[in-house]
Structure formats: C-alpha cells, structure tokens
C-alpha cells in the first residue's frame, strides 16, 4: 500500500531556532499533502494544505510566515517551524493523497515529536 | 462535510467485539462514513469506508443503518493492540479537501 515518510520522528531544538520537518510520498504522488498538529490529549488539527507547484492554503490562526511550506516536488512536501518556541512544542503529522483512491486515499506519516526548549 | 458524535472513552476485554458506535445525523446522500484509528504517538491508519451497505475487510465490519444517521464500527476479536483512538469521519470522494478530525473514541482493551 501507499508510504508516507516522516522524518525526523523526534527533536528537540532550542528556543529560537528552525526547525525543518520532511514528508515524503515513497511510492505514489501526491500534489496536495496536508499538515496537522496535535497537543497532547487533543484530536488532530489541520493546519494547512500544500500544493505541489503553488503556495499553501493555511488554516485560520496558522501564522504562514511562521509554519513555511514547500512542496517543490510530487512526492516531498516540507515544514518549516520558524523561530520556534516552547508553545510549539507539539506533535506534527503530514498526509498525503493518492489520487483516485477517494477517503482511503488519505495515507498519514508517522509524526514528528517536537520539543522546543 | 457532516459532523459526526462519538463516545470520549471505551473498555473492550481482549477477545471480545468491540462496537464503536458513531452519529452522523447530517449527513448528505453523497457522503461517505470512514473509520481511522491512531495509536499512541502514531499517525492516523485507514480502517475501513462505507457508503450506505455494511462493509468488512480483514480489519474490521462497518454496521451504516438504514437512514444512514449512524454507524458502527466492530472489531470482531480485540486484542491489546487494538488500544487506540478510533475516528469517525463523514466526507464525500469528490476534490482534495483534507480529513477534518473530531474527538474520536478513546478504546482501552483489557487483558
């Protein structure tokens, strides 16, 4: 079945600095990926869509020049935490759809756990 | 697309069925009714889809009543790694809009 590739799993960074988050699609592509991030004990929330070739769509409250995203290819989509700090600290996942498959389509990476301190 | 009711919490004793029952009361005729689950510290998975007939794959059965206003979905035989929360989500297959997640059922199964 269709992968999507996380990576990193898990950081810890300091105040204050970037960090980059990857999601891949290993084996179909996928021009719209879908970034959620989740607190602990709370459901996933959808924090943006990204379209392969033209700027992402965010979600009301998702600060864009904070939370840069990149989807320059069909199989990789990155995030970017800007400046981060301990508020950020969350849990984040990407999704991406392969085309055709309808709401099954919908293949989810395993998480990225990231801790600002 | 609809929203959907779900229970916060439920124990299962391993090796019993389990049925997570799920409302979905608005929703429209071209609306589907999936079930995904997250294990801890995981991303979502696909459990199964249905429109308007019941539905089983080697994972589990998907119970849709026939005004489609809720569903259940049954894991037949539980096991301890069944542990996670269970999301029912209603949308329809048409264009690229995302999975839009509610609270989900938090089930505990027990040895």
């Known amino acids: 079945g269709a992968v999507v590739s996380q990576h990193p799993s898990r950081v810890i960074c300091k105040s204050g600095t970037s960090v980059k988050i990857e999601c891949r699609s290993l084996?179909?592509?996928?021009?719209?990926m879908f970034w959620y991030r989740q607190f602990p004990k709370q459901s996933l929330m959808l924090m943006a869509t990204?379209?392969?070739?033209?700027?992402?769509?965010?979600e009301q409250g998702v600060e864009k020049d904070k939370f840069l995203i990149n989807h320059a290819s069909l199989t990789l989509s990155t995030l970017t935490v800007t400046s981060a700090h301990p508020e950020d600290s969350s849990f984040y996942i990407c999704s991406a759809r392969e085309v055709g498959q309808g709401g099954r389509g919908y293949t989810f990476g395993s998480g990225t756990r990231l801790t600002v301190v | 697309d609809a929203k959907t009711t779900q229970p916060t919490s439920m124990d299962c004793a391993e090796g019993r069925a389990a049925n997570l029952p799920c409302n979905h009361s608005t929703i429209s005729g071209n609306e589907y009714v999936y079930w995904y689950r997250q294990i801890h510290s995981q991303g979502p998975q696909y459990i199964i889809h249905?429109?308007?007939n019941n539905e089983t794959n080697e994972m589990a059965s998907l119970i849709i009543t026939e005004d489609r206003k809720s569903s259940t979905l049954i894991l037949p035989h539980a096991t301890l790694r069944d542990t996670a929360v269970y999301y029912c989500i209603v949308r329809n297959n048409s264009g690229n809009t995302p999975l839009v997640f509610g609270k989900g059922t938090r089930l505990s199964v027990i040895a």
């Open positions: 990204s379209n392969e070739g033209s700027k992402a769509t965010y």
């Open positions: 084996d179909f592509q996928a021009t719209t």
């Open positions: 249905g429109l308007k």
